[in-house]
C-alpha cells in the first residue's frame, strides 16, 4: 500500500508538469497568431504556472462546486455521520474528511480533495436512501481508503485540468471564429489557422481528457476495495453496494466527462450497461471487483 501511494504522488507531480506545459503551448500558439511576438510565451508561461497552483489549491472545492453539493449534517444525515465517525478509528487517518451530499436518486459516491486533511467525502442521496447500513459503510469505507491512499489527490487534479482542457479549447474556438466573421480582411490567414488551431483543440479534447483520466490506474480501485474490508471486516457489505449500484438506472444529472472516473461506478448508465472492462475503461467491471471481494472472505 505504501508503494501505492508513494507512485500516486509521483504521478500527480507528472500530470501537473504534462498540464502546464500544455496550457503553455496552446496559449504560446494563440498569442504568436495574434501577433504578441516573444512576450507571448512570457504570458503564457505565467498563465500556466498560475492556473496550476490555482487548481491544485482549490481542486476540492471546484469539483464541489460542478456537483453542486451541499454540506451533510448531523441533523439531516445522522446515519452517515455515525458511519464515518466508527470509521475513522479502523483508518488510522488523523484528520476527519468532510462530508457532502448532493441532491440525486443514483446511488453513487466519490472522494476529493488534495490530501487527507483537506479530504472530502461526497455522496448522493439515493445512496443514503437505497443502501442499507453495512452497504452504506462499505461505500463510505471505500471512498475513505481513497484518501488514505491518495488517491484523492491524483483524481481531483485530473479532473479540474481535464475540464479545464475543453473550457479552454471551447474559449479559443468561439474567440477566434467570431473575430473572424467580424473582420473583412479575407486574406488574413492567421485568423484561419487560429480557427483551425480551435478546431482541433475542440476534437482532440475529449481524448485528451480520457488519456489523462486513464493515468489514474483502474488498479487503485481494487485496492480501495480490499482496503475498505480491511476497515469494516465485512466484504458482504461492500459487494451488495457494488451490485445495488450498478444496477441501478436512475440518472446522475450533475456528473459530467470530466468527473465521472471519481465515482465509486461510472454515474453514466448507458455505459454502465456495457461491460465495463474495456481498454479505456477507468473502472474494473462490477464482476471483477466482486470476484475479488470474494477472495477476501
Known sequence: MYEDIRNNKIKTGVIVAIFTTMITLI??????????????????????????????????KVVLASVQARPATPEEDLQLTNILDGLMIASGLEDKPRLYVVESPQPNAF???RNPKNAVICVTTGLIEKLNYRE??????????????????LSAVISVMAGFIVILSDMIYRSSFRRNRSSDNDSNSGQGILILIGAILLILSPLISNLIQLAVSRRREYLADATAVSFTRNPDGLISALKKISEDDSELDVASGSNAFMYIENPFKN???????????????????????EKLK
Open 271 to 293: 455505459k454502465r450497461k456495457k461491460e465495463a472492462s474495456s481498454l479505456f475503461s477507468t473502472h474494473p467491471s462490477v464482476y471483477e471487483r466482486v470476484e475479488a471481494l
Open 27 to 60: 496559449i504560446y500558439a494563440v498569442c504568436h497568431l495574434c501577433g504578441y511576438g516573444e512576450s507571448a510565451i512570457i504570458f503564457s508561461m505565467i498563465f500556466a504556472i498560475i492556473s496550476s497552483i490555482a487548481t491544485y489549491y482549490n481542486c476540492d
Open 136 to 153: 452504506l459503510e462499505g461505500v463510505v469505507a471505500h471512498e475513505l481508503s481513497h484518501i488514505k491512499n491518495y488517491d484523492i489527490r
Open 111 to 113: 472522494a476529493t480533495g
